[in-house]
């Protein structure tokens, strides 16, 4: 039967293959459970974001858990990999057995794995599991997440929300640990864990955007204290936003929540914890006094892009740029006069011609070894640096950034002072970098390529007075803003910026005063589609005020800003063992507008949201690709619901849009015209002085720089 004689030799090849692919496997699958003994002997657990959620946010929190079996001495990497590449944080582990350990630690947004290493034994490494994208937004709770809660829904924007729960050392860490959350929830024994450091980064935390919801007996951080958050009652002063039991969908007229501005943020008292008392429960009341908030909402994709080319310009600014054009210049025409005509005339008097094809290699050799000995000698591994100083509403946040390039191919250290730090480091092309603490000082080791820049962008809140006091008056005629500098240095470059509105004091010196008008009536109309840089200084601060004007000062409304830069003076900054060239600081400063009987379109918080599919933003007051849009507009205390006035079609954008906005009575969407009707009693303000607006049709893109809510004084009114 020789027919069969190809068929048993192709059995016979099959069985060989998969004899091959079982011994092959076979490492793999004995690694396998060894792998997961060592996770088991050494107790390791790791979760990533809060209670293993993460909604969105540049900020992930990392807890990792060890209660090993028998005594641990090792290294503990935590590495985050994102499309900008890697980061690794450090941290020394020593363990005796059954001793737990807990290290909490806020690592750029990314997939995020945990490895541990001992000397003698296998690297063990664990991927951390996450819940990404689901909630349209999260509220923590400081401490454990509550039990017996209701679901979280705010049911103007038809977002679904989570609780979940903050362990206080997060807040201890950085201001940063507030980035995921939209708001925060506190009580009195959880307040009571947190250090005056801790209160000071929760304190940065909510005057950057997130909100704070606090039950009526706490103690407020002194910084982020308003009249409207005495402790221990929610009896309210005049003109402050309550929502009663009534309007919360509850029985009875007692008031449950009080609300006060916080910076970009708000303060909400309210009578009852989650879960617990007659607010407690409901979900209509939470998702009044919670929801999506500026943290989690549209991002500035733009902003993220541009950071890496504004590093640059630092570089090139501070002296550590790649050779100019008439240095090369100058290095090419040498060469070529040398090659050519020095080298005919010295073979031509030699009478050596022949000889020319010895010289010419050699003369390009020499050049060559010259070039390269000049680029890798004459410039040393360089770094330029920079600062800012952020307060808003009287705290302060540092932001320091360091840029770092090199002739060779290699690992470049940036050394702060300072171990209170949070770090992120930029480098294009996916490089790895690593972030450790050790005698108070904080290193970034980056891995970068020949000539490559890469930087480090290091946060903390501070408790320094601010050098420029801001007084704020906005009216119906624009804004009136008076800068002092309070300080014992000049500040130079002065500007006040309010939206996309901006006038220039100048240099103050020390006890000086100068006053601006801006503005007017209405919020002035942006082009979406110029550079969102436009107007920056051209020197080193110029960086900063970009990674300003990325996060809080994005152009809205609602704060007035004032604006200047000091000269070097040196931040302790190092790359490798040399000082980093100071660039100087940039200050800046935001203030609320002072109460008036006539609220500006210029004191109306604005933030917008956007959903569907991937959202472009061509800059920070535009939105593209969006099925719908919306603002929320949140009204000061004092203001007189029956005299808002609707600026809402000021818009840049083209194609049809189709505005609307929400009646929290009656619970429906519907025209401005009915919600915010002139000369009558507005239907679209909710008890907290919030105001939905919603947009639909072709966002392409929906602009919204100049679409803003003021009210009208009596004078005007009458």
């Keep these: 039967m020789p027919a069969a004689h190809p068929a048993r030799r192709a059995v016979a090849w099959c069985a060989l293959a998969l004899l091959a692919l079982a011994a092959a496997a076979s490492p793999a699958?004995?690694?396998?459970?060894?792998?997961?003994?060592?996770?088991?002997?050494?107790?390791?657990?790791?979760?990533?974001?809060?209670?293993?959620?993460?909604?969105?946010?540049?900020?992930?929190?990392?807890?990792?858990?060890?209660?090993?079996?028998?005594?641990?001495?090792?290294?503990l990497t935590v590495r985050s990999r994102s499309v900008s590449g890697v980061q690794q944080v450090l941290r020394e582990v020593e363990a005796t057995a059954r001793t737990p350990r807990v290290y909490r630690l806020l690592v750029p947004s990314g997939s995020v794995s945990v490895i541990l290493e001992e000397p003698d034994r296998e690297p063990v490494e664990v991927r951390a599991q996450v819940e990404r994208g689901g909630p349209g937004f999260v509220v923590g709770v400081l401490g454990?997440?509550?039990?017996?809660?209701?679901?979280?829904?705010?049911?103007?924007?038809?977002?679904?929300?989570?609780?979940?729960?903050?362990?206080?050392?997060?807040?201890?860490?950085?201001?940063?640990?507030?980035?995921?959350?939209?708001?925060?929830?506190?009580?009195?024994?959880?307040?009571?864990?947190?250090?005056?450091?801790?209160?000071?980064?929760?304190?940065?935390?909510?005057?950057?955007?997130?909100?704070?919801?606090?039950?009526?007996?706490?103690?407020?951080?002194?910084?982020?204290?308003?009249?409207?958050?005495?402790?221990?009652?929610?009896?309210?002063?005049?003109?402050?936003?309550?929502?009663?039991?009534?309007?919360?969908?509850?029985?009875?007229?007692?008031?449950?929540?009080?609300?006060?501005?916080?910076?970009?943020?708000?303060?909400?008292?309210?009578?009852?914890?989650?879960?617990?008392?007659?607010?407690?429960?409901?979900?209509?009341?939470?998702?009044?006094?919670?929801?999506?908030?500026?943290?989690?909402?549209?991002?500035?994709?733009?902003?993220?892009?541009?950071?890496?080319?504004?590093?640059?310009?630092?570089?090139?600014?501070?002296?550590?740029?790649?050779?100019?054009?008439?240095?090369?210049?100058?290095?090419?025409?040498a060469y070529v006069l040398v090659v050519g005509p020095v080298n005919g005339l010295v073979l031509a008097r030699m009478r050596r011609r022949e000889l020319a094809w010895v010289t010419v290699p050699l003369v390009t050799v020499v050049f060559t070894a010259g070039a390269l000995a000049g680029v890798s000698g004459s410039r040393p591994p360089g770094g330029v640096t920079a600062s800012a100083t952020v307060w808003i509403d009287g705290v302060g946040v540092d932001h320091d950034i360091v840029m770092a390039r090199a002739?060779?191919?290699?690992?470049?250290?940036?050394?702060?002072?300072?171990?209170?730090?949070?770090?992120?480091?930029?480098?294009?092309?996916?490089?790895?970098?690593?972030?450790?603490?050790?005698?108070?000082?904080?290193?970034?080791?980056?891995?970068?390529?020949?000539?490559?820049?890469?930087?480090?962008?290091?946060?903390?809140?501070?408790?320094?007075?601010?050098?420029?006091?801001?007084?704020?008056?906005?009216?119906?005629?624009?804004?009136?803003?008076?800068?002092?500098?309070?300080?014992?240095?000049?500040?130079?470059?002065?500007?006040?910026?309010?939206?996309?509105?901006?006038?220039?004091?100048?240099?103050?010196?020390?006890?000086?005063?100068?006053?601006?008008?801006?503005?007017?009536?209405?919020?002035?109309?942006?082009?979406?589609?110029?550079?969102?840089?436009?107007?920056?200084?051209?020197?080193?601060?110029?960086?900063?005020?970009?990674?300003?004007?990325?996060?809080?000062?994005?152009?809205?409304?609602?704060?007035?800003?004032?604006l200047g830069t000091r000269p070097a003076s040196g931040n302790g900054a190092r790359v490798e063992t040399e000082p980093a060239v100071d660039r100087g600081r940039l200050i800046a400063v935001a203030r609320r507008p002072a109460p008036a009987a006539a609220v500006s379109a210029f004191a109306v918080d604005r933030l917008a949201i956007a959903d569907g599919g991937q959202v472009f933003r061509p800059s920070p007051n535009a939105v593209e690709n969006a099925t719908e849009a919306f603002l929320r507009f949140r009204l000061p205390p004092g203001t007189d619901p029956d005299a808002v006035r609707a600026d809402l079609d000021r818009g840049d954008g083209q194609?049809?849009?189709?505005?609307?906005?929400?009646?929290?009575?009656?619970?429906?969407w519907v025209p401005v015209a009915d919600g915010l009707p002139d000369g009558g009693p507005p239907t679209a303000i909710g008890p907290l002085g919030e105001v939905w607006v919603r947009a639909t049709g072709e966002l392409y893109p929906?602009?919204?720089s100049g679409r803003g809510l003021r009210a009208t004084g009596a004078e005007e009114a009458a």
């Design 29 to 75: 699958m004995a690694a396998q459970p060894d792998a997961d003994r060592a996770v088991a002997e050494l107790g390791l657990r790791v979760e990533a974001g809060y209670d293993g959620r993460h909604a969105g946010g540049a900020w992930l929190p990392v807890e990792v858990r060890l209660d090993p079996a028998r005594a641990l001495a090792a290294r």
């Design 702 to 704: 929906f602009e919204f």
């Design 144 to 333: 454990a997440a509550p039990q017996g809660a209701p679901a979280l829904r705010a049911e103007a924007p038809g977002l679904d929300g989570a609780w979940v729960g903050v362990d206080p050392a997060f807040v201890e860490l950085s201001p940063a640990a507030l980035e995921p959350l939209d708001a925060l929830v506190v009580d009195a024994a959880s307040m009571a864990e947190l250090s005056d450091d801790g209160r000071r980064n929760l304190a940065a935390g909510v005057t950057a955007g997130t909100d704070l919801v606090a039950v009526s007996d706490v103690e407020l951080p002194a910084a982020i204290a308003s009249p409207v958050t005495t402790p221990g009652t929610l009896e309210p002063v005049e003109g402050a936003w309550t929502m009663t039991a009534a309007q919360a969908g509850l029985e009875g007229d007692e008031v449950v929540a009080v609300a006060g501005a916080a910076g970009r943020g708000r303060v909400v008292a309210v009578a009852d914890a989650p879960g617990s008392g007659l607010a407690g429960g409901a979900a209509e009341f939470w998702g009044a006094v919670t929801g999506p908030g500026g943290r989690t909402a549209a991002t500035s994709e733009w902003a993220v892009d541009r950071v890496p080319y504004q590093f640059v310009r630092l570089l090139a600014d501070g002296g550590g740029a790649v050779p100019g054009l008439p240095w090369l210049a100058v290095f090419t025409i």
């Design 407 to 562: 002739p060779s191919e290699g690992e470049r250290t940036v050394t702060l002072p300072g171990a209170d730090w949070t770090v992120t480091t930029v480098a294009d092309g996916g490089r790895e970098a690593t972030v450790a603490t050790a005698d108070g000082q904080t290193r970034a080791t980056l891995d970068l390529a020949a000539l490559q820049p890469g930087g480090v962008v290091a946060t903390r809140a501070v408790d320094t007075p601010p050098p420029l006091t801001l007084d704020v008056a906005a009216g119906p005629d624009g804004v009136s803003a008076t800068v002092t500098n309070a300080g014992g240095d000049p500040v130079e470059d002065v500007i006040v910026r309010a939206a996309t509105a901006s006038a220039r004091v100048g240099t103050l010196l020390p006890g000086q005063s100068g006053t601006v008008e801006l503005g007017g009536e209405s919020l002035p109309v942006a082009n979406p589609y110029r550079d969102a840089f436009e107007g920056l200084r051209q020197d080193g601060p110029a960086t900063l005020e970009a990674l300003v004007r990325a996060g809080p000062m994005d152009g809205g409304p609602g704060l007035v800003w004032a």
């Design 655 to 668: 194609g049809a849009i189709e505005l609307t906005v929400w009646d929290p009575a009656a619970r429906r």
